[in-house]
């Protein structure tokens, strides 16, 4: 393996890819719907996010470290805490899960204010003395409202891939391309249900993150299949498999930099960011395997199979195919 410049695939393989696409093919059916059964019967278990709970501001005297004031919460019966530091590490914001129903009245400000105290109690020490600057319950509405957006978000990103790719490129790029980004999406999914990964606000930007890098990294072989379709005088499944070839490079050190850098923020960034780097880590590897052995076959098969008429450049591409080196 060189590092300058950086090599972990060699530029000129000559693999036969699609040689194997039916048995690519239908083990991708097969991990889809073994991820649908473990997604349908494991479900999730939603964080304060979407749950609601109580949530607590702490300011310290001194820096103060969070995963000792995990454990210190956890010993005092505080299951599940999420505390996290900003501004510093003086001040920490801690959120709650839900103990029973909450009252709106007086009697849920003396709850809350009980809790208050309990937290308190748990991680001020003498030589670290903690003051509680905010403490208010935050309703499960909220935590709707939140799953509301975040599939709204997935909506917008899928239709917007689909109008850029489709405009960009070819419809049936834009369909396989978004086919192949939700089916990521869902085994990302799938094993954040089966590890039991906690599902939050990070864990769902990580899987927008993933859903953005897949479609990114297709777009990249597309491209690739595109020009060789337009330059290249072979068969169409050798026009695929040289695509998917003179792009492998390229694919593998793009998922082995994202993977490093997740790794990175998975050791060094704390409990409460676990979920976004694992998200990550995962998904770069379901990514690179999706992009090479599920997206360019899916360009054989039924109404997605493309041909040479399909990807002739247009009459606004020409001039614009004229002027590259």
């Known amino acids: 393996m060189k590092l300058f410049p950086l090599h972990i695939l060699p530029n000129d393989t000559k ?24 997604i349908g019967v494991k479900g999730f278990t939603f964080a304060l996010d979407f749950t609601g709970g109580t949530l607590i501001e702490a300011r310290f005297d001194k820096q103060v470290d969070v995963e000792q004031v995990r454990s210190k919460l956890e010993s005092n019966g505080f299951e599940n805490a999420q505390v996290q530091s900003f501004g510093g ?13 909450h009252d709106p009245g007086a009697e849920g400000a003396a709850q809350d204010k009980a809790t208050g105290d309990a937290v308190l ?89 993933v859903m953005g890098f897949a479609i990114n990294d297709i777009i ?13 005088r072979v068969e169409p499944l050798e026009v695929l498999n040289r ?14 930099m994202f993977f490093l850098s997740a790794l990175a923020l998975y050791m060094y960034g704390g409990a409460s960011l676990e979920g976004l780097a694992e998200t990550h880590m995962i998904g770069a590897v379901i990514v690179v395997v999706s992009s090479i052995l599920v997206a360019v076959p899916m360009l054989t098969i039924g109404f997605l199979r493309v041909s040479k008429q399909d990807l002739l450049p247009k009459a606004k591409d020409v001039e614009a195919m004229a002027r590259r080196p």
């Open 243 to 256: 695509s998917i070839n003179q792009t492998l490079s390229r694919t593998v050190i793009t998922a082995v």
């Open 220 to 232: 990249v072989v597309f491209d690739r299949v595109r020009e060789n379709f337009r330059s290249l």
């Open 89 to 101: 590490n003086t001040d920490l914001l801690i959120r709650l899960a839900p103990h029973g129903a």
């Open 15 to 38: 693999i036969d890819f699609m040689r194997w696409r039916h048995v690519a093919m239908a083990v991708t059916i097969a991990v889809f719907l073994a991820s649908v059964a473990i």
């Open 121 to 209: 109690k748990a991680i001020t020490t003498a030589e670290n003395p903690a003051t509680i600057l905010r403490n208010e319950y935050v309703g499960p509405q909220i935590g709707k409202d939140l799953a509301l957006n975040g599939l709204y978000a997935t909506i917008f990103m899928l239709a917007g891939f689909l109008i850029y790719i489709g405009f960009r490129f070819e419809w049936k790029f834009a369909v396989t391309a978004s086919i192949v980004a939700l089916f990521d999406l869902l085994v990302t999914l799938a094993y954040m249900s089966l590890m039991g990964r906690e599902f939050d606000l990070n864990l769902l930007a990580g899987l927008l993150s």
